[in-house]
Each structure stands twice: as structure tokens, then as C-alpha cells.
Antibody
Framework: EVQLLESGGGLVQPGGSLRLSCAASGFTFSNYAMSWVRQAPGKEPEWVSAISASDGRTYYIDSVKGRFTISRDNSKNTLYLQMGSLRADDTAVYYC??????????????WGQGTLVTVSS | DMQMTQSPSSLSASVGDRVTITCRASQNIDIYLNWYQQKPGKAPKLLIYAMSTLQSGVPSRFRGSGSGTDFTLTISDLQPEDFAVYYCQQSYILPKTFGQGTKVEIK
């Protein structure tokens, strides 16, 4: 079964750091570009970051540039999101998601169950 | 950033009804428009991509159409499991933005 499983969420103080992980199974992880998408309570999803399948190209939404770093370990079938200088407006459920194919026009066809990040003092 | 505007924000319908949700992009996105369904406490689920391609396993009562800036999701013969929130998303350009959602409720 194709599956993504996030972990690492929790409560963190403003200015703090957190690292999210996403374990992939049931498919050849190294063949797919991956992404993080977040969703604040009651809001629409918001794409946060993406990483290419194998050459390490990364992309970020402006609001997290310089604070978040996406990475992957294809030998461990795992995607990461290192989050720093966290702010209250980073509070959301964070999903990892797989791009359906190999182009930049692709949608997200597989999503994890999400992990909640709460930034609060 | 590309703005995606959905309408209506919510609607009430009965089982067996035909429902139409629209999505407008602030710029031409060709056919790169996707639709997702989300139920409470769950991740979004891909229904349709590239405007009209049905994702594997999605019932044929879901149909996508449009082009350029104006797109439509039509659900024919609404079923009890279709009551959910629906989001459009453009995948033409970064950042890949979503619409604000349309909640389909039971009348």
C-alpha cells in the first residue's frame, strides 16, 4: 500500500524550531518529487515547499524562505522539513504530499495523515 | 501569487442532485487546474487533475471542465459520501495556490 506517515509535530514557543519527518512506503520514493503542504484551522491548504526527486532542487513559499529547509534521504525513504524562527501564523497541520508525476505541473496524488504544529507561548 | 477564487463558499444539496462549483484563476493557467475533496480530520484527496482527468478510483459522476481562467467541477447524482469541502488548486506556477473551498452540505 502506498503510504506517507508524518511525525515530529507538537507545541513549540515562538522563535523555536521543529523538524518534521515523513516516512514513505509502498512506492519507489527516489522517483518522485515531494512537497509539504500546511493547513491552518478552518483555512484552505497552503503549499509550503517542494523538493525534486533526485537532484535536490528545492522551492519555498516566500513566507518561509530562510526559516524552513526541506530535504530528503532517498536511502531511508524519508522527507524532512526543518522549521526555525517559528511564528504563530505557522500553526497548522502539516502534510507531506507526493507529486503524481515528473513535471512541475503535477498535482499531489498521495497525502499523509498530517502532523499538527502549534506555535504558542 | 496566483489567486484562486471559488464560488459558492457553501451550498446545500440533496442526494441525487447535480452540483456545480466554479473556480476562477487570476491569470491564465492553461489546463493546470486540480480538484480535491476533503472530509473532516482527513487529508485532501485528489479527484481531478489537468482540468478534466479523473484520478484513478474516483467515480465518473465527478467531472471537470473549463480552460484558461474559468473552471468547473460538476458532481452528478450526489451521493451521501460526497458531502465534504472541495478545493481547486492551480499547478501552473509556484506557489501552487488553492481556492478557499466550497462546503457541500446536506439539505
Amino acid at each position: 500500500e502506498v503510504q506517507l506517515l508524518e511525525s515530529g509535530g507538537g507545541l513549540v514557543q515562538p522563535g523555536g524550531s521543529l523538524r518534521l519527518s515523513c516516512a514513505a512506503s509502498g512506492f519507489t520514493f527516489s522517483n518522485y518529487a515531494m512537497s509539504w503542504v500546511r493547513q491552518a484551522p478552518g483555512k484552505e491548504p497552503e503549499w509550503v515547499s517542494a523538493i525534486s526527486a533526485s537532484d535536490g532542487r528545492t522551492y519555498y513559499i516566500d513566507s518561509v524562505k530562510g526559516r524552513f529547509t526541506i530535504s530528503r534521504d532517498n536511502s531511508k525513504n524519508t522527507l524532512y522539513l526543518q522549521m526555525g524562527s517559528l511564528r504563530a501564523d505557522d500553526t497548522a497541520v502539516y502534510y507531506c504530499a507526493r507529486f503524481i508525476g515528473g513535471t512541475s505541473y503535477d498535482p499531489f496524488d498521495i497525502w499523509g495523515q498530517g502532523t499538527l504544529v502549534t506555535v504558542s507561548s | 501569487d496566483m489567486q484562486m477564487t471559488q464560488s459558492p463558499s457553501s451550498l446545500s444539496a440533496s442526494v441525487g442532485d447535480r452540483v456545480t462549483i466554479t473556480c476562477r484563476a487570476s491569470q491564465n493557467i492553461d489546463i493546470y487546474l486540480n480538484w480535491y475533496q476533503q472530509k473532516p480530520g482527513k487529508a485532501p484527496k485528489l479527484l481531478i487533475y489537468a482540468m478534466s482527468t479523473l484520478q484513478s478510483g474516483v467515480p465518473s459522476r465527478f467531472r471537470g471542465s473549463g480552460s484558461g481562467t474559468d473552471f468547473t467541477l460538476t458532481i452528478s447524482d450526489l451521493q451521501p459520501e460526497d458531502f465534504a469541502v472541495y478545493y481547486c488548486q492551480q499547478s501552473y506556477i509556484l506557489p501552487k495556490t488553492f481556492g478557499q473551498g466550497t462546503k457541500v452540505e446536506i439539505k
